[in-house]
């Protein structure tokens, strides 16, 4: 089964700044500008390598969401693993 | 090449040579209370030449070179030389500026604290730092600021400043004895003429300021304003700087810096009356 994991701390540096976050890829030199859920998926998936539903599960406990939801959160990790902020392992 | 001249704008120096002696001749006297490039190296070299040799004197053309280039460029009349030097000039700023982060901004200093202004074309930056350099600001640039990322400080690139069509006449009334190029007609973005920065302004170039208010000026609608948040700014400010992604980390770490350390408001104008009230009330209450 798929694992997700954020990409290694020393290569993101994040700058919450208002209702966005600055996500500066230092791998790829780019600059991602984000909104929730982002930093939080980054922030839980920082320890460890979770599943789909592991992660959803992070995110509701850590973050109280009101209406999980698990194919709106697939669709972001593919993203993000697209865009190199998250592993699939 | 045949006529050549050297000069520096703020901490950047450059080298002009041109097949034609009208253009050099013309930043000779516009430029002439600026130093020379520090240890009289230059940072850039500007080419102004005739693609085909008889257009140096046939329907003279100017096509624009340098150190760096883009393949595109449109040739300019002659009579347009000053224009093709100034855009030369910017070009290689925008292509090859290492050193600093480029802000499409105006900025003027006060007190040690500079002002930021940015926008589209036509929002009127160059002409409220010109407004604002007759009211005792000192000028520290039209188009460019230079945001240096090992200190946080924005050091000017006081050029010549550029004014087109109905600012020409604004800033003629308002700069009395100011020191004018030629009126330069049917350019790519209309008429421009170029107004030399004050006495002050050429003299203090060298000092960096701290910035301490951005502004995000629209001229032609009613009298209004916002708070811009870190994010917009961040993001207009990155669309508009030609080398924020070339800087890499520390073009991050100084841009970070400057939108969450300075506060930013949107101010849409209709005449530079209200525009100048509105700057001056937002520098007491924010700066």
Redesign the interface.
Known sequence: MTRYRAAPAATL?I?P????T?V?H?AS?I?H?VDSPVPELLEVLGEKPLTLDETLAALAAAHDLIDPDREALAARLDELVAAGLVEAV | MRHSTMLRIGPVGFRVGSDWRAPVALLDELYRDYPQPQDGIPDFNVRLFAARFWRRWLRPSVQIGGDFVIPDAAPLPLAQGLLAAEMAMNLQMALGQRRYLLLHASAVERDGKALLMTGESGAGKSTLAALLMTRGWRLMGDEFALLDPATGMIHGFPRLISLKNEAIGVMEHEAKGGRWGPLLEGTPKGTIRHLVPDARSIAAMELPAAPALMLFPSFGFEAAEREV???EC??RL?QASTNY?TL??SG?DAL?GL??GVPARAIDYPDTKTAIATVERLWSELA
């Open positions: 540096r700058v700044l208002d209702v966005l600055l500066y230092r030199g600059t500008v | 948040f870190p994010s961040f993001v990155t992604v890499g980390e991050f970070t939108v969450r």
